[in-house]
């Protein structure tokens, strides 16, 4: 039976480490890289009615056309996300030319023929779906086009050769807008040696029965880009262009090696520690991680998930989560081997008792993760996706697999003499055949948390007054409340490559030779080859194409540029908040549920804390605020209610139903010191396995993603004090402020003597 038992240990290890070595290459190939990881172009639309026309179609229709304009970009993988009611959001993963992108998918492609009084003669029906091709005419390349109706195109063009010399032009058209195009004015264009915006002007000689051809200045890429973007057909709508953004390629692929590399690093120092805090435990935990995360992407990438840097946050609280499921297994079979148990029953009590706390904790997470969906957008979902993934991850590999593979172990009768394997020292274990009882409590036991609490409550409030304060005089002096990033303000951004290294401060000296104050300067490239600026200024056409010259000059490489509107960051934004605060409405409905409403208020208090505290710290050191800052607060939220709801647990489970109405306050004071004196082991190890692969990506990755990584191991820590020190004792304060409820007593007659009591067969 314990060989047995053992032979199935050894067997499901080597089948999932092979299963894993053999997959695992398959995973990292098939990864989806997002904008920020991989490089690309952003856009995001603004759908309105064409002339003439009340109401836009379906956007699920609006969204079909558009990819079949992205199929002429020849793009692996695009997204495109509705949002709201006629909003497109256009992400193309690897695609540097913006201007060709810009071009295909805003143009409506609304063919049309016309005369040189821009009466139209035909439109686009007359032409065979997808009959346009590129061809060559004496070598020349023109679009060929097969005819349809070739009847009427016969009628037309017969009718045209009979005009006069100069007017028997049939001229073809792409979006011509009545009022505005003409072909009177662009003649004038012609004139002076510029392009016109008509596609071509032909004389007719005769009635064309047959294919006709589209000739003009044209070169192969061009010819062959109008051919299929007249095969693509024509958009039912306009499309206003709100926001967008180009992110250099080399850029993105700089920032995913060395973040995968840091990752790595990272993820080793946590299995190091979890071996030395928990030996085989922790070696099963270890082995499990990586499980963990392949699973994960295995699952994401079959989903058809983007990879992006809030995917990499949900991806690492995801982790910390999951390590943390462990700690307070592991945590509570200590615990029971402390008490004296032996090491099977230590292992079947610890898991049993530890199973609510996870469970309650991942859920609560899960319903965060589940309207963070439902209501976000972009980044946001992405961020709420990845984490859905994580906490099932969690709940049905990490919790279920580490408890079959060391419940085979504990079974098979090996560890029965081996409890130090657990991590426990053999002095602190007592000797039950002895008489001996528990003798060791924990590194907590003497700390007395709600001393600590009158001590720091303060410290919190501190900080949020420094912050409004620096706030007030920063926004006074003309610099805004927080340093907003051009994603919540207008501006520009400009990529700028050198075969030289850049420096910071020569970026800013060429930009100011122009008159344009640089707000930030973001360095990449093995040898900071790639500069992308951000300037808080929109630059105009004209002074863009003078600063785009001189940059080109100056390093030799002609630099990209997007301008970036405030109205995408700012919906951002308050989507984000829409979605927090259902969610923590959901979230106060479930813990009112499954502990009670004090509880439930102490835990949304201390979310509203950690939130405020990380603004504090964007306002005090004029952090400057981009899109990212959304997924660090939506992260934090989810691992600081992971942490307080694994306290509350242990305040439950102590509390289990008994009052002290003497003196509550002093038992309630009892309760939560106890509590976390049990528990603040757990919140140490497990901040600390959640910000080592943190600091590994601070020092280690990529310089293009340090403040997004700073900003979530500030975020951690927060998350860490509050647990610790606010979240108990808030709902103490809330406790011993409660009134208790009077139960109503029922009138009973008072009865001047006694009455005598009928038992059946006694004296009845």
Known sequence: MRKSKLMVFIISVVVMSLLMVWDMPKVFDNINLGLDLQGGFEIVYEV??????SEIPEMSAVSKSISKRIDVLGVNE?????????????QLAGVQDQDQARRILSSTANMSFRDVNDNLLMDATVIKEGGATLAFQNGIPVVSLKIADQDKFYEVTKELATRGEGKNLIVTWLDFEEGVDSYAKEMEKVAKGEEPAYVSAASVREGINGDAVISGNFTDESARELADLINSGSLPVKMNELYSNVVSAELGEGAYEKTMIAGIIGYIAVVIFMIAMYRLPGVISAFMLFIYLWAVLKVYNLMGGV???????????GAGMTVDANVITFERIKDELYKGRSVKKAFEEGSQMAFSSIFDSQFTTLIAALVMYWLGTGSVKGFATMLMITIVGTLLITVQVVKFLLGLLVSSGWLDNKKTWFGVSAKHLPDVAKGEERKYFGKFHNVDFMAIFKKVSLLPVAILVIAVAMGVFNSVSGNGFLNLGIDFASGTKITVQSDAPLTVDAIEDKFEEFGYQVSRVQLSGDNNEMAS????EVIETEDMYELKEALEAEYGYEPSDSVVTPVVGRELVRNALMACAVAWVAMLAYISFRFKF???????????????????????????????LVAVVLSIIGYSINSSIVTFDRV?????GKENAKNPKEYYKTVVNEALRNTGERSLITTITTALPLIALIFLGSPSITG???SMLVGILAGAFSSLFLAAPIWYTFRVNKKPTQKKQKNVKKLDEPTEINVPGINS
């Open 48 to 53: 309105s009615p064409l002339d003439g026309k």
């Open 78 to 90: 695009p997204s495109i996300m509705i949002e709201g009611e006629n909003r497109i959001r256009v």
């Open 708 to 710: 997004f990584n700073t």
């Open 652 to 656: 439950r489970e102590i509390l289990d």
């Open 307 to 317: 990879f992006t840097l809030p995917g990499i946050a949900a991806l690492v609280m």
């Open 533 to 536: 600026v951000s300037i808080k």
């Open 598 to 628: 004090d509880y439930a208020i102490s835990c949304i208090i201390t979310l509203m804390h950690d939130v405020l505290l990380i603004l504090a710290i964007y306002a005090i050191f004029r952090i400057e605020v981009e899109s990212t």
